[in-house]
């Protein structure tokens, strides 16, 4: 309790302060004025925003440009895929590697009987 009376005291002190002080001086334009540092921090300010604006504008052009390619690289990988799935579609094969039928062999998955585990071994050579 006593230091909340302290404080209200010492900020009525200051404000007394304050009071005498604004009847003693005069208003002076030049005093409250920025002056030329003002104005050369504040042009320097508005420099460096409008330098991060460009900054900003040109990397998300950039990423919008990718965005466009990767959709364009996309659509042609897709392009490719049908055109693979159509041709193998009139071949008779669904256009993987190695999957064509082999004689003797079962055409579905394109391994003959003898690539079985087990079938067809040879016997190891004694010396």
């Known amino acids: 309790m ?17 009071a ?21 921090v504040t ?7 409008i330098l991060l604006g460009f900054l900003l504008v040109s990397r998300l052009r950039k990423s919008a440009y990718r965005a466009e390619v990767r959709e364009q690289i996309d659509r042609e ?3 490719q895929e049908a055109a693979g799935a159509a041709d193998a579609a ?17 055409a579905e998955d ?9 079938a067809g071994a040879e016997p190891a050579k004694r010396d």
């Open 2 to 18: 006593t230091a909340l009376l302290a404080t209200v005291a010492m900020a009525g002190g200051v404000a007394v302060r304050l």
């Open 20 to 40: 005498e002080a604004e009847t003693d001086t005069e208003f002076d334009p030049t005093i409250v004025s920025p002056g030329a540092p003002g104005f050369i």
């Open 43 to 49: 042009g320097l300010l508005a420099a460096a925003v």
């Open 77 to 79: 990988l897709a392009e």
């Open 90 to 106: 009139v071949s008779g094969t669904d256009g993987g590697a190695g999957t064509e039928a082999r004689p003797g062999g079962d």
């Open 110 to 118: 394109g391994r003959g009987r003898d690539d079985e585990p087990g």
